[in-house]
């Protein structure tokens, strides 16, 4: 991937807000770096992390007592808006660094331009369910693996170990998707395997896993809906819902950032809710976490799936790569991506 600043017109979560204190901290995304820090009243702020002098990081310098970043090298000193000095120089003009909007949401900092609206932030479609936390996960896999990986449920039975089915059951899943304008529309239906970390969501064996998903890229990522019924159809008590952010930071890795929530629609059981989205969240965690251990496997995966035998459960796949294109990056626009190579094993 060669560096794409049109991807930065979408909000992407980039930190957890606790991770930023009194020293600033350098994130990474689509090929390009930026140095967030606390200005002199604690608000987040975010600059492009090269001093316009010397191109030095400013994620290596310190905040001064009046909120400025100040670089490392020659100590120009740079404040929220990016309006720099030189305090060699004090009469040189032009001094400025790019300068980029931080909004602080569900305790994340999201990272965008600063002429991107507000109503761009991302829709979590929380309403009635409980936070349960978020985490992040490092991924060392392209951005169109990760995004795959995420798009197709058929690898569960050997991938995962709790949620959904086993391999008893392969043959035994309903599956829908649909292609839509601007977004993916998917949905899986099968027997849940046995799994005892399960039954702190009330879920019994001979339940029926129902996961549905939408995929959107603005910027790139999916709303997992994950509900359970009983064998005569009653609904268990507890909804899952999951996003997940998926955002580039090099060529070769992606950056994970989950939101977990938890809802019931049955009374009786909605005082434990704050106790049973913790679980949620735990459950969501190993999940993801299954994934992570395993996508290095695959992390050379062409872009293009020319020659490769898909089967139903990746008709999603081809349409999101044209929407990925087209929303996410820009029209037309392709990203360049590195060959994806393991590094030889210690002598």
């Not at 990081?57 to 030189?86: E, I, M, T």
């Not at 040189?92 to 999201?110: I, K, M, T």
């Not at 529309?185 to 998903?213: C, H, K, S, T």
Request: aromatic share 10%; charged share 25%.
């Amino acid at each position: 991937m060669e560096p794409t600043p049109k991807v930065i017109r979408h909000f992407h979560p980039v930190l957890p807000a606790r991770s930023l204190g009194t020293s600033p901290v350098r994130v990474e995304l689509a090929g390009r770096a930026y140095a967030l820090f606390r200005d002199g009243s604690g608000q987040p702020a975010a600059l492009a992390d090269a001093c316009p002098h010397r191109f030095a990081p400013l994620s290596k310098g310190k905040v001064r007592p009046d909120g400025r970043l100040q670089c490392p090298y020659h100590g120009w000193r740079f404040d929220a808006q990016g309006k720099g000095s030189n305090p060699s120089q004090p009469e040189l003009r032009h001094c400025d660094a790019r300068s980029f909007q931080v909004v602080e949401r569900y305790g994340y900092l999201w990272l965008a331009e600063r002429d991107t609206p507000l109503s761009a932030m991302p829709d979590m479609g929380d309403e009635g369910y409980v936070f349960g936390g978020a985490f992040s996960t490092h991924f060392a896999a392209p951005l169109h693996v990760s995004l795959d990986n995420f798009s197709e449920d058929e690898h569960t039975p050997y991938v995962h170990t709790r949620l959904g089915w086993d391999d008893a059951n392969a043959g035994r899943v309903d599956f829908e998707a649909q292609n839509l304008e601007d977004r993916t529309v998917v949905r899986y239906r099968a027997p849940q395997r046995p799994a005892p970390m399960m039954v702190v969501l009330g879920v019994r064996d001979g339940d029926v896993f129902q996961n549905e998903w939408v995929t959107r890229f603005d910027p790139v990522r999916s709303q997992y809906t994950i509900q359970w019924t009983a064998p005569d159809g009653r609904p268990r008590p507890f909804i899952t819902r999951a996003n997940i952010f998926f955002v580039p930071e090099t060529a070769r890795t992606t950056r994970l950032h989950v939101f977990s929530f938890l809802r019931t629609e049955q009374p009786l059981v909605r005082p434990l809710l704050p106790v049973a989205a913790r679980a949620a969240m735990a459950l969501t965690w190993w999940e993801v976490r299954d994934d992570a251990r395993f996508i290095a496997t695959v992390a050379d995966t062409p872009y293009s799936h020319k020659g490769m035998r898909l089967d139903r459960f990746d008709t999603p796949l081809v349409h999101q790569r044209r929407l990925l294109e087209r929303i996410y990056y820009g029209a037309g626009m392709k990203p360049t991506v590195v060959p994806f190579t393991r590094e030889a094993p210690s002598p």
